[in-house]
Nanobody, 116 residues
Framework: QVQLVESGGGLVQAGESLRLSCAAS????????IGWYRQAPGKQRELVAD???????NYADSVKGRFTISREDAKNTVHLQMNSLKPEDTAVYYC??????????WGQGTQVTVSS
């Protein structure tokens, strides 16, 4: 059974930082594409960043230069370091894993709230 468990969300002020983590079981993150998505109230879920099995990274334009996605293979965990947070970054953040043989998996989400 595949499980993705996010942690690290919270309430911060604009300009501060947070580090989200996605711990996986039942799936090896290092051989799959792992992404962080977010969904704000009334908006569609959007891709924030992803990292491939070859460690190639991709970022939404709105977070480039502020967010960094990384993998910690020994712990089967993916992180999202978020710096210089803005109120518009407020959303529920979800971890997503794409396994080309088994399909797509989502975590339960973690709330990030940035006050101005």
């Amino acid at each position: 059974q595949v499980q993705l468990v996010e942690s690290g969300g919270g309430l911060v002020q604009a300009g501060e930082s947070l580090r989200l983590s996605c711990a996986a079981s039942g799936i090896i993150l290092s051989i799959n594409v792992i992404g962080w998505y977010r969904q704000a109230p009334g908006k569609q879920r959007e891709l924030v960043a992803d990292i491939s099995s070859g460690s190639r990274t991709n970022y939404a334009d709105s977070v480039k230069g502020r967010f960094t996605i990384s993998r910690e293979d020994a712990k089967n965990t993916v992180h999202l370091q978020m710096n210089s947070l803005k109120p518009e970054d407020t959303a529920v953040y979800y971890c997503h894993a794409h396994d080309p043989w088994r399909g797509d998996y989502w975590g339960q989400g973690t709330q990030v709230t940035v006050s101005s």
